[in-house]
């Protein structure tokens, strides 16, 4: 069995979407999903697939669905996929809780004309193959970046900071008996 890191856009932020993690990893576990974890409260997942990947994400999807009555978007990632998007973090000097990376399938477009923009002098972005990495030090709760980053990808996208993708890739990692 290969474990994965699955991360759910948009659950339990900003007061919609709401899924307990409990019933998150009754329900995975219901669908045959193994060493179900939840990390934080914000739709990180990490598990084994006994079935060795085939369709994951539509399974995943079609559980979701079936339980709560709407899927989120997700993405999952490999332990390899997820190392390969921390080490294209460009901005590893700066404070993990300030680095955003707005993970997405791989086919974003960034229009950096808009990116600029939005950023503020302190403000820095850069691009990679499964993300686009943000460093606000002033946080991201009002920055025009982090509100406006999504919609200058052109693609849907679920954000993580980096120290949030640091832990996910450490349980994804982990030796288990």
């Known amino acids: ?100 990376a707005l993970l997405h399938g791989g086919n974003a477009a960034p229009d950096a004309v808009r990116l600029h923009r939005l950023a503020t002098a302190t403000e820095r972005w850069a691009a990679a193959e499964r993300a686009l990495w943000l460093h606000c030090p002033d946080g991201f709760g009002r920055s025009k970046l982090a509100a406006g980053a999504e919609r200058a990808m052109g693609v849907a996208a679920t954000g993580r900071n980096l120290r949030t993708l640091r832990a996910l890739f450490d349980l994804v990692t982990e030796t288990r008996p």
């Not at 669908?31 to 914000?42: E, K, P």
């Not at 539509?58 to 559980?63: D, P, V």
């Not at 669905?65 to 999952?76: K, N, S």
């Open 1 to 100: 069995m290969s474990p994965h890191a699955v991360l759910l856009r948009a659950v339990n932020v900003g007061g919609h979407g709401k899924i307990a993690m409990a019933e998150l990893r009754d329900t995975l576990i219901a669908a045959g999903f193994g060493a179900v974890r939840t990390h934080i409260q914000s739709g990180n997942v990490v598990l084994d697939d006994p079935q060795g990947g085939v369709d994951l994400s539509e399974r995943i999807h079609a559980a979701l669905a079936e339980r709560f009555g709407a899927a989120p978007e997700i993405i999952v990632l490999t332990p390899q996929e997820l190392g390969t998007v921390l080490a294209a973090c460009p901005f590893t000097d700066a404070d993990p809780a300030r680095v955003l």
